[in-house]
């Protein structure tokens, strides 16, 4: 609990350095950079953890103090501040820094509905994920090695997408277009997994719904910092608030559909994903100018 309170404005910090730093039509891609860093992470820090762990139980964790250690580090010498002090908003006082309406405005605003989606992204995401040992287990009794080699093709497939692909496709067809069809992609995947009945089709179907999915929060999180009525940090803030919410609802409710009919998780998330398709489909009908204009604040 300390670790996830201390380093909870990581993120969302780091997505409003981006918004800061980078021209409108590269934060697409500036953000699947991050989201592809953070998949290369989760591929490689549980590999290093389980081979620490071999040595020492306690060994991992000391390893992980002393990489925190070292961004920040990296950070103090190498990151210049990403906004200079004559262009911060200024607060009259505390309240506006830990300001509860201001939230709510913001959930309301244009931007709610982008928090939703990336809800609904997540969790979706992690539906999939959250019950796939169990069901490669339970209907093709494959093993921790087998659902190894599969959740590694989910991440790199995902670092690729998101790293190669995630910033020529929204600099070329905008981040309403991706958002819409990367959703559409995600129900069909969900069904290629539950037609799925080899080994090598299950890995093609992990394959393309890690594509699909990989492609939705970048573009998701470039257009809430391009609509952003308030400061990016709260604008960011919220939106990983939410990429949070979807990893608690989504296994929660993947291992509860689970216990049903191990194929109610995939189904259920189809149904999510349609549902995503659905609402960005009738929300997002293209950027209004005055808010592509809008001028950010951290």
Known sequence: MLSGVLSSATAPTTMAYIGDSTPEKERGGGMGMLGAAGG???????ALGGFLAGESLSLPFFIAAGLSALSLLLAWLFLP??????????????????????WMQTIRSPIGVLFFLTFISTCGLMIFAGVFGLYA??????????VGVMMMVLGLVSAVAQGVLAGPLTKRWGDEAVIKVSFLAAVLGFGLMLLSDSYSTILLATAFFGFSTALQIPALTSLTSRLATVPQGI?????????????????????????????????SGAVIMSFGFAVSLFALRGVPMHLQEQKHFT
């Open 40 to 46: 290369v992470g989760t591929i490689f820090g549980p």
């Open 81 to 102: 501040e990403s906004l200079p002090k004559r262009n911060r908003q200024k607060f009259e006082n505390e309240k506006g820094i830990l300001d509860i309406r201001l």
């Open 137 to 146: 287990l339970e209907r093709f009794g494959y093993g921790p090695q087998a």
């Open 235 to 267: 604008a960011m803030g919220l939106s990983n608030s939410f990429i949070s919410l979807g990893r608690i609802v989504g296994p929660v409710l993947g291992g509860y559909v689970f216990d049903i009919n191990l194929l109610f998780p995939y189904v």
